[in-house]
């Protein structure tokens, strides 16, 4: 694999794609000149441009098999190592947005990035995207973040309520009692493959979008409650990014008073 970046490897692309547009240019610009004496009939005029635009062509073609021969970045090894998440985080901290890598995907509230090495593309909130220059993900990531999230809180939080009592009663606790997120999230990814289609991360990231919501009541009258406690400290915590870029830790989950 080249030592170069990304970054690196495109920015030594683009000069040498901008010197063969030139010198295409050139050629095309000659050619045009041929015709346009052709045209007229400047029988001096074509014989010059002739011998020019068959120089200007060769040149031409110099520049573009030289362009194709500076590509030697192997992108498949790149994508598959983990080199470009890193890159793109070190990016992202260069250009202040505040992003980190969770299970194999790039948080930076409010997307999600997850990295698909065989297709050279990137999936923002499950959305192909082939424009994966490390640089021009960042600028994509500050305009989603710079927009208001597509949420809507009301519902969410009644469907985070049944898969709650759900949880409830196959564990046999009381209700309001604090039972884990890793729970509610098994209940919620029930079917198959919609593990696939929801995942932890969007989890963690929806709760976080609830939590800034200020909706905590559902319709019976209970209170959602996401208590910090010893749970945060096990395994099967979810996490996600905030608005100003911090780690947020969710563990637990509950839902009390109203109902009698």
Known sequence: MSDQSL??????????????????AAALTEAKRVKAAAASGQLRTLRQSLDSAVRLADLAADASREMQERWTFDDQEYFTSGAYTAEVLEVAGEQGLSAFESDDRILSYP???SVSPSDTAVLI??????????SVLVRTLKALQAKPPKFKPEAYLEALAAAYDLVVAL??????????LADIYTVLTVLPGSGRDYTRQELARDLYLLDQ???TRIKDGRELQLPASALTRGSGVLRTVTRSGQEKVYAGISFTGGRT
């Open 7 to 24: 970054e690196q490897a495109l920015d030594d692309i683009e000069r040498a794609a901008d010197g063969a547009v030139r010198a295409a």
């Open 111 to 113: 997307a999600i990035v």
């Open 125 to 134: 909130d499950k959305r192909k995207d082939r424009n994966v220059r490390p």
């Open 171 to 180: 564990r046999q606790v009381n209700p309001g009692a604090t039972v884990k």
């Open 213 to 215: 919501s200020g909706l």
